[in-house]
T-cell receptor, first 116, second 111 residues
């Protein structure tokens, strides 16, 4: 079945630094990738939708200059949290949708970001 | 836009009993309804899904029902086991380009 790999699974960084999270579709071409943020015991909050080769579409209230999303290929999307602050600490999850089984969404395992 | 509500937020059942989680949606154009299971510290995993042209779908101990008229769909887990303990999310999608998630149900199966 479809597999999405997300890396790193955990990252701790100092305030003010930038952190990059990668999301890869391993066995299918992901035409669309989604990035979510999840707070403890809460639902998934969609941050942005990215389509390969085009700019990401950000949800209202999400700072595009802070959360940089790049979808350079059909198998890789990256989320960069720039100038991270403690309030950016969260669980970030990506998901990918391919052209086959068009509506089926496959999630990565998530990345736990802790900003000190 | 679409609004998905999910109930209950927490659910405890005895091992072997059944568990039912219900979701409602607002946009009649939604046509795809997946259910995800999320274990602690992991990403959600698709466990079953249903499309709007089907009223019920079953996969071993898991089943999903859809009532398009009432705009609600439910997840049914029979013969629950401790390993079923997790957070379950429902979702609704219109075109497959936008997914709207419920608020999650934390299921605890008591041995």
């Amino acid at each position: 079945g479809a597999v999405v790999s997300q890396h790193p699974s955990r990252v701790i960084c100092k305030s003010g630094t930038s952190v990059k999270i990668e999301c890869r579709s391993l066995d299918f071409q992901a035409t669309t990738m989604f990035w979510y943020r999840q707070f403890p015991k809460q639902s998934l909050m969609l941050m942005a939708t990215s389509n390969e080769g085009s700019k990401a579409t950000y949800e209202q209230g999400v700072e595009k200059d802070k959360f940089l999303i790049n979808h350079a290929s059909l198998t890789l999307s990256t989320l960069t949290v720039t100038s991270a602050h403690p309030e950016d600490s969260s669980f970030y999850i990506c998901s990918a949708k391919g052209s086959l089984g068009a509506n089926v969404l496959t999630f990565g395992a998530g990345s736990r970001l802790t900003v000190l | 836009g679409e609004n998905v509500e999910q109930h209950p937020s927490t659910l405890s059942v005895q091992e072997g009993d059944s568990a039912v989680i219900k979701c409602t949606y607002s946009d009649s154009a939604s046509n795809y309804f997946p259910w995800y299971k999320q274990e602690l510290g992991k990403g959600p995993q698709l466990i079953i899904d249903i499309r709007s042209n089907v009223g019920e779908k079953k996969d071993q101990r898991i089943a999903v029902t859809l009532n398009k008229t009432a705009k609600h769909f439910s997840l049914h887990i029979t013969e629950t086991q401790p390993e079923d303990s997790a957070v379950y999310f429902c979702a609704a999608s219109i075109t497959g380009n936008q997914f709207y998630f419920g608020t999650g149900t934390s299921l605890t199966v008591i041995p």
